[in-house]
C-alpha cells in the first residue's frame, strides 16, 4: 500500500483529508502548535481506509502527520492538556468558514484552529501495519 499523501486547499479537498483522518487516535502530547512557524502539527495513528479489504489482511494503520499552515491561534474545548498521554479519538475536520476549521474528537472534544487561509496536508510517515 503506498504512502497517502493530501494537499486541502479549499473545503472540498478539506472533506477527503476528513475522511482519511476519521477514527485517527492521536495523543494530546502529539499535538503541537508552532506559533513563530503559524502552523499546527498532529502525528496521528491513522486507520487506512483506503486499504482493499479483499486481501488477507483488511484492517491496517500507519502513523501519520497532518500540518495546517497560516494558523494565526489555537482554541481548545475540553482537551485534557494537563494529560499528555491521553489518547483521542479524530472524528472529523470540518471548515467552519474562510477563517476557521475544527478538529472534532469524540467525547465533545475539539480544536479549533484560526486561520489565514485553508492550506492542509496529510502524509503518512512509516510502514502501516495489520490491526484487528
Given at each position: ?15 477527503v ?44 494503520r ?9 494558523v494565526?491561534a ?15 479519538e ?6 467552519e468558514n ?35
Amino acid at each position: 500500500m503506498p504512502p497517502l499523501k493530501l494537499t486541502a486547499l479549499d473545503a472540498d479537498d478539506l472533506a477527503v483529508v476528513s475522511a482519511a483522518v476519521q477514527d485517527s487516535l492521536v495523543a494530546v502530547r502529539d499535538c503541537a502548535y508552532f506559533k513563530d512557524e503559524r502552523r499546527f502539527v498532529l502525528l496521528l495513528n491513522r486507520f487506512c481506509w483506503e486499504a482493499d479489504a479483499t486481501v488477507d489482511v483488511a484492517y491496517w494503520r500507519t502513523h501519520s502527520a497532518l500540518v495546517f499552515n497560516e494558523v494565526t491561534a489555537v482554541r481548545h474545548h475540553d482537551v485534557p492538556l494537563g494529560e499528555p498521554d491521553r489518547v483521542l479519538e479524530l472524528l472529523s475536520v470540518v471548515r467552519e468558514n474562510d477563517r476557521s476549521v475544527t478538529l472534532r474528537f469524540a467525547a465533545g472534544r475539539a480544536i479549533r484552529l484560526e486561520i489565514g487561509r485553508l492550506a492542509c496536508h496529510l502524509g503518512d510517515v512509516g510502514e502501516p501495519w495489520a490491526t484487528p
